[in-house]
């Protein structure tokens, strides 16, 4: 028998909705500047990108859809040859510092040996080639983005020669690495320590900012991102490297970094939410043996200012149907704002990664005094929509396909994919979260349990 204090797993039949892996081309392409994506897969993927991204596809974006015929898929024509011919046009077109071929479904079924190909046309054309297999019959929505940091990983320089090249913090508040040997350190970064520490996970720039500076009031300059925002900025990494990631669903990443690149993982809930965001900082600088400086301070100044959505929230129930990984950090900040959490269903849970996260979890559910929620791997959805139906919860974060349904249904909903592009990380984005949360509860105004149905099918006996 489990406590009620653990978190209790289950593992479902995996038949659920979410995005393709696929889909991270999206915002890959936007935050790495100077890259290009190609998709080699089949119609299918085409379709899918193309609906999912909506407007943003009229904007030349810098991704692009390599098409298999039945001559690909038969053997007929020479892989090589044939993204040889695409390679050429992007780099004559566009002009990038990186091609990402990102693997589909097909090009795994058919065995398309694309690490093999890389190496060879990499040469070829003089522009380097990472290879992601991003596919749907392994992965879930953002484990895109993992697949794409994992394989970039290895591009990164070696830590000792960075060292060799002065760093210095341009205006914008980045660290970049210097190629140039003429720059002089800044007087005002011998007063910082941690200058080896790597953050990785994708996040917009005003929010990776944000981050920097949080941790650079706490005297921690950070040596990079991965990715950075151009090819040729990636971070050193090595043995003398710690690394930290800024989102749950990063664990091949961390598992490359650890193992490939022999870096050093600190392990800490994700900076999401002012807990989180504080547990993160101070799990940082525990590492760097540095006492963290007002923090506590910061973090009730924050709850006194979301007081007013927590007024909304507090009380009402939630349930997660999942499909994005950041479904525990979000359900660990929502419980401390006072809801209840029914269920957390989530594609695939790295109980080690996220073990910091599942430690807070707990915590903030011993704090609230609140059950701890049960954590459904590779959840059924339609044993969730059984079980939504009982529990009747205030609130479903779900997905596209079942939020009208649900709506109909007397449920509300909120879109789980707008967590995904949102800014939600940092304390200060703290309110976005809730505004996000709250607005299906607002549209409707004043509501109270006892005046709702769940299923308009329902009997009442
Ligand atoms: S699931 Fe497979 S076939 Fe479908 S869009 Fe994704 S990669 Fe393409």
């Given at each position: ?216 009031r706490q005297s ?65 600088c525990?590492?760097?043996?540095i006492k963290p400086d007002g923090l506590?301070e ?164």
């Amino acid at each position: 028998m489990k406590t009620p204090e653990t978190p209790a797993f289950e593992c479902e039949t995996g038949n659920y909705h979410t995005f393709c892996p696929i889909s991270c081309v999206a915002w890959l392409y936007q935050k790495i500047e100077d890259s290009f994506s190609l998709v080699v897969g089949t119609k299918t993927c085409g379709y899918f990108l193309q609906n999912a991204l909506g407007v943003m596809i009229f904007a030349e974006p810098r991704y692009a859809m390599a098409e298999l015929e039945e001559g690909d898929i038969s053997a007929q024509s020479n892989d090589q040859k044939e993204l040889e011919k695409i390679c050429l046009q992007i780099r004559d077109d566009r002009n990038p510092s990186v091609i990402i071929w990102i693997g589909t479904c097909t090009t795994e079924i058919i065995k398309m040996d694309l690490e093999g190909i890389a190496p060879k046309l990499e040469r070829q054309i003089g522009i380097p080639i990472v290879v992601a297999r991003a596919n749907g019959l392994d992965y879930a929505f953002t484990q895109g983005e993992d697949t794409v940091l994992a394989a970039m990983a290895h591009r990164c320089p070696e830590y000792k020669w960075c060292e060799t090249n002065s760093k210095r913090q341009d205006q914008s508040g980045r660290i970049r690495v210097n190629t140039t040997s003429n720059n002089k350190i800044t007087s005002q970064k011998s007063e910082l320590t941690g200058s080896n520490l790597v953050l990785f996970g994708s996040l917009p720039s005003s929010v990776a900012s944000q981050l920097n500076s949080e941790l650079k009031r706490q005297s921690i300059l950070i040596s990079g991102w991965l990715p950075s925002q151009k090819y040729d900025e990636l971070p050193g990494l090595g043995g003398d490297v710690y690394v930290c990631g800024v989102n749950p669903f990063l664990s091949r990443t961390a598992t490359t970094l650890m193992r490939r690149r022999k870096c050093q993982l600190i392990g800490a809930p994700f900076p999401i939410g002012p807990d989180g965001t504080r547990a993160w900082i101070e799990k940082i600088c525990s590492v760097f043996n540095i006492k963290p400086d007002g923090l506590e301070e910061k973090e009730n100044r924050i709850w006194k200012n979301i007081e007013d959505y927590i007024r909304v929230v507090t009380g009402k129930s939630v349930f997660f149907m999942g499909d994005n990984l950041l479904e525990i950090s979000l359900a660990r900040f929502l419980i401390r704002c006072g809801m209840i959490v029914y269920e957390i269903g989530i594609p695939y849970m790295d109980r080690r990664y996220q073990a910091a996260e599942l430690l807070l979890l707990q915590h903030t559910c011993i704090k609230m005094k609140t059950p701890v929620p049960r954590i459904v791997e590779k959840p059924d959805n339609y044993g969730q929509v059984q079980r939504m139906h009982e529990l009747k919860p205030h609130l479903a974060i779900t997905g596209m396909a079942h939020a009208n349904p649900l709506e109909a249904r007397n449920i509300d909903t909120k879109w789980s994919v707008e967590f995904t592009f949102a800014q939600i990380h940092g304390s200060g984005n703290a309110r976005d979260i809730l505004e996000l949360v709250t607005r299906p509860l607002r549209c409707k105004g004043g509501l109270t349990s006892g005046s709702r149905s769940l299923s308009k099918q329902t009997t009442i006996i």
